[in-house]
């Protein structure tokens, strides 16, 4: 009969074989991503090491009260958030903008090579990354006040001005990634109908028309689904990125602390093992309402960009 639900039994029956291969992702998620959130109990609890988990003292909301009082949470999530923002707005334009730009040469060697190129950041790791950085800003040996120097200007102590950081930091992001949503974006653009073109240059269309009324318009779907990705992890730093380049220098981070790294500093140098369950709680959370609301929004306006 047609609408008839299938009993669960005899489901698992009909599809077993299809079942059983997806039990090892189940099972994986189930130990290293649901299993782990029971510990999410910490953020209502005054952690100690002598009663453990179990027998710490409950404190309900007091150690998000203690966050929200002392400006702390606001602060980090305002930083996490505009740094997101930052990263993909600009890697929207940056990555788009040359994914056209490379599909304008028809030199297919040297359009590889090109690709090639950017596309090596990505595979440098944070921690090589945080070493470049330094030998540039350093102030005793870096490459920047030895120019300086031979130039007969004054040493310049980046690590105490928190005034360039935020430029630095989104420039690191997007010369890293830079390489990977291009390759991305190419893809799509190569799977557009070259008959589209063809069409346009026989109606007398220059390049920038092209990209304006073709690519562009085919481009959508890709950029909506990619942002809306971005947009899920909105409330996640990039914690190697922060953690490489900064460390732990306190000076610096009024304009570079985020949830991540707060959290991070809570368990390994504050041992408030509370306070950073509760941070890294309201992280989670917030980032799901968000991209939830988000992800309705975009359904309403077109049903087939969401996610869900």
Partial sequence: MAGKKIPVHRE???????????????????VFSYIPMLGVVLAFKRYNYNDGIFHSPWVGFSNFKFLFQSGTLMHITANTILYNLAFLVLGVITQVGTALLLNEIHSKLYRKITQSFMFLPYFISYVVLGVLVYNIFSYDTGLLNNLRG??????????????????????????????????????????????????????????WQEIRYISLPLLKPTIIIITLFAVGKIMKGQFELFYQVIGSNGVLFNATD???????????QTFDVGLGSAAGFYQSLFGLLFIMAVNGIVKRMNPEYALF
Avoid at 12 to 30: N, Q, S
Wanted: hydrophobic share 45%; charged share 15%; no cysteine.
């Fill in 150 to 207: 031979l130039l007969g200007m004054e040493k310049f102590s980046a690590y105490t001005d928190t005034g360039i950081w935020k430029y630095v930091l989104v420039f690191l992001e997007q010369w890293k990634g830079l390489g990977y949503g291009v390759v991305v974006y190419m893809a799509a653009i190569t799977g557009i109908s070259a008959e589209y073109y063809e069409s346009a240059r026989i109606d007398g269309a220059s390049h």
């Fill in 12 to 30: 698992l029956k009909k599809h077993k074989t299809m079942y059983l291969m997806a039990l090892p992702t189940l099972i994986y998620f189930v």
């Fill in 258 to 268: 985020i949830i991540d790294t707060y959290v991070f500093r809570s368990l390994t």
